[in-house]
């Protein structure tokens, strides 16, 4: 049974070795980490990815939920609080559960369930995507107004989302195809492409040049998101 790697992010020293403990007794769960502000975990989330986040709310130097407005794919999160007010924020934010303090374990083992199910209700491209993204994959195949057409991975320039469909400009032409850029992003190599704004993702060997605010691919200048700034430090 294939484990959620997780983090809590809680100043509380008391309130951590509670969470330690739930975590302890719930064998699908793995701690890589406990952090007791958000500047630690963000320092730890730049070489490390999770699956899910125990996230307090009043932290010291960053506040959980601006933190969480940093991550510009954040993994699950369980907000664990003594404030009530913030539950809105939180959902709008798409946390999968709000903990108020102190909470029983019982309580504490329906959110990590949800994350559980949440993980196991993955739709069935997602088990695609886990054969398609290795490293020797050199192409996709993607459905182009009703052939499935293979595009190569070196081929590729940029791919930018339009509502519904995504479309994939290449060196050789531009394609349309009705998927999500969530989508396209999980069929492709992390090593050779990346996210750069919510609605561009675009090849790093096509990179020619690069500002914080914006850069350049075969002329074409593309727009950086303030949320996806950090990855440029890739570059």
Same mark, same amino acid.
């Not at 049974?1 to 992010?9: E, F, H, L, P």
């Not at 951590?16 to 769960?29: C, G, N, R, S, W």
């Not at 998927?179 to 090593?191: A, C, Q, V």
């Given at each position: 049974?294939?484990?959620? !790697?997780?983090?809590?992010?809680e100043? +509380?020293?008391?309130?951590?070795?509670?969470?330690?403990?739930?975590?302890?007794?719930? #064998?699908? @769960? /793995?701690?890589k980490?406990?952090?007791k502000?958000a500047?630690?975990? !963000?320092d730890?989330?730049?070489?490390?990815?999770?699956?899910?986040?125990?996230?307090?709310?009043?932290? #010291?130097? @960053?506040?959980?939920?601006?933190?969480?407005k !940093?991550? &510009?794919?954040?993994?699950? %999160?369980?907000?664990?609080?003594?404030?009530?007010?913030? &539950?809105? /924020?939180?959902?709008?934010?798409?946390? !999968?559960?709000?903990?108020l303090? #102190?909470?029983?374990? /019982?309580?504490?083992?329906? $959110?990590?369930?949800?994350?559980?199910?949440?993980?196991?209700?993955?739709?069935?491209?997602?088990?695609?995507?886990?054969?398609?993204?290795?490293?020797?994959? =050199?192409?996709?195949?993607l459905?182009?107004?009703?052939?499935?057409v293979k595009?190569?991975? &070196?081929?590729?320039?940029y791919?930018?989302?339009?509502?519904?469909?995504?479309?994939?400009?290449?060196?050789?032409?531009?394609y349309?195809?009705k998927?999500?850029?969530? +989508?396209? +992003?999980? @069929?492709?190599?992390?090593?050779l492409?990346m996210?750069?704004?919510?609605?561009?993702?675009?090849?790093i060997?096509?990179? /020619?040049?690069?500002? $914080?605010d914006e850069? =350049?691919i075969?002329?074409v200048?593309i #727009? %950086?998101?303030?949320d996806?700034?950090?990855? @440029?430090?890739?570059?």
């Open positions: 049974m294939s484990k959620i !790697t997780c983090i809590i992010v100043d +509380e020293p008391l309130a951590a070795k509670v969470l330690i403990d739930y975590i302890a007794q719930v #064998p699908f @769960l /793995e701690l980490g406990n952090f502000d500047i630690l975990a !963000t730890f989330l730049r070489s490390n990815t999770v699956d899910l986040i125990f996230l307090d709310i009043h932290l #010291p130097k @960053l506040k959980g939920m601006a933190f969480l !940093t991550l &510009a794919q954040p993994p699950a %999160v369980i907000i664990t609080t003594a404030y009530h007010q913030y &539950a809105v /924020e939180g959902f709008n934010l798409n946390v !999968t559960d709000y903990l303090k #102190p909470f029983e374990f /019982e309580r504490f083992l329906v $959110a990590v369930t949800k994350v559980k199910t949440n993980q196991n209700d993955r739709p069935s491209f997602d088990k695609l995507t886990e054969e398609t993204k290795t490293d020797s994959k =050199e192409h996709l195949f459905s182009i107004q009703k052939k499935k595009i190569s991975f &070196a081929d590729i320039l791919i930018e989302s339009q509502r519904e469909y995504v479309k994939i400009v290449t060196t050789r032409k531009e349309l195809s998927i999500s850029t969530h +989508e396209i +992003e999980s @069929l492709l190599p992390s090593g492409f996210r750069v704004h919510r609605s561009f993702i675009v090849s060997q096509k990179i /020619e040049s690069y500002t $914080a850069l =350049e075969n002329g200048s #727009p %950086v998101g303030r996806y700034r950090h990855v @440029l430090d890739k570059l």
